[in-house]
């Protein structure tokens, strides 16, 4: 895994004049840019640094090192007045040498740098170099920055209840099933037991009643532990989220009972099909997510609660969408296997 540089402090102490400090930082909205000539820089500087972190870093695997940065500050002055949007237009008026130091908060490894750079002024207000931001907040810097530890949880919501998750092989990408808190499963039926030991009668649980709830409706999502993002994979790319396996049976029934009427908002269809645009996406079940060794491919089986279709799909990582990649359909029962 690979780490950022946690903090580097350039020191506010810097041994040259106030008017060089200034200088040190252009102006924005500038008409011409005038390109800040390199510093030198020298170390890192032997011994133990002034202003050594009180932070056990050899613990988390970094060191703390000092260099001296050097070179010509500019300072600068408005040309015109200073307007209240902040884009002004300056130009230089002197220059000064300057002569600094840095302290820097490093893996110990360098090939676990991954090019992260978190910087800090020290403040000299005390008398001293200080580091507040560093001091308040370094069991965060370190938690963000350390691989081995655990990162700050990915908020989906409080109205949903989490389900089962699966992690891609390099740590990247997480796909999450979730359901709706307090979703109603429907009451549970009692049966009654008439020959038991106690010689009283009694009751066990029994299964839902067919028809009275349908199962859960459950959500995918796909989290980018990299990025701490989180995004809904929606169901509509998969062919027949939308169909009705039952609307003939109705049609049917409904003509049976002597209870159809004509639609004519929907002249010259077939009141067996509707509109499948104005229609709902039916209820799924997430019940497979795997994987390929490499983590670049994830496949998902989703299953219609009604139990009519089975979708195999993949994962698109970067448009974060579902591709379906089969249907099985079957206006019956479609079989687990």
């Known amino acids: 895994m690979r780490c950022r540089v946690i903090a580097a402090v350039v020191a506010g102490a810097a041994m040259c004049a106030a008017g060089a400090l200034v200088a040190m930082a252009p102006a924005a909205g500038s008409a011409s840019r005038q390109r800040v000539p390199d510093p030198t820089v020298n170390g890192p500087v032997p011994g133990q640094p002034a202003s050594l972190s009180a932070v056990n870093l050899d613990a988390h695997g970094y060191i703390e090192q000092e260099f001296f940065v050097e070179g010509t500050a500019r300072a600068y002055e408005p040309v015109g007045q200073l307007t209240e949007d902040g884009r002004w237009t300056v130009q230089t008026t002197t220059t000064a040498p300057y002569r600094t130091r840095v302290l820097v908060r490093r893996p110990k490894d360098p090939s676990k740098f991954n090019g992260v750079v978190e910087t800090e002024w020290l403040n000299v207000s005390g008398g001293l170099d200080a580091a507040p931001d560093w001091g308040l907040g370094n069991a965060e810097l370190l938690r ?77 999502w796909l989290v980018d532990l990299e990025a701490r993002t989180r995004e809904k994979l929606a169901c509509t790319p998969l062919p027949g989220i939308k169909d009705d396996p039952l609307a003939s049976v109705r049609a049917e029934n ?84």
């Open 144 to 220: 963000s920055a350390d691989p081995t530890r655990s990162p700050l949880p990915i908020y989906l919501g409080d109205d949903v209840a989490l389900g089962r998750t699966a992690l891609s092989p390099a740590g990247r990408w997480l796909l999450v099933v979730t359901t709706a808190k307090g979703y109603d499963q429907g009451r549970v039926g009692k049966l009654p037991v008439y020959v038991t030991e106690s010689g009283y009668e009694e009751a066990e649980d029994e299964r839902t009643r067919v028809g009275r709830n349908d199962p859960a409706p459950e959500t995918l």
């Open 254 to 337: 409904e003509r049976a009972r002597g209870m159809a009427r004509p639609d004519t908002s929907h002249a010259g269809t077939d009141p067996a099909k509707p509109d499948t645009a104005a229609a709902k996406e039916r209820s799924v079940e997430v019940s497979a997510i795997a994987f390929n060794p490499q983590g670049t491919e994830a496949l998902v089986r989703l299953t219609a609660n009604d139990n009519k279709d089975r979708w195999l799909a993949t994962v698109d990582f970067e448009k974060h969408v579902l591709r379906p990649e089969h249907r099985l359909t079957d206006s019956a029962w479609v079989n687990w296997e």
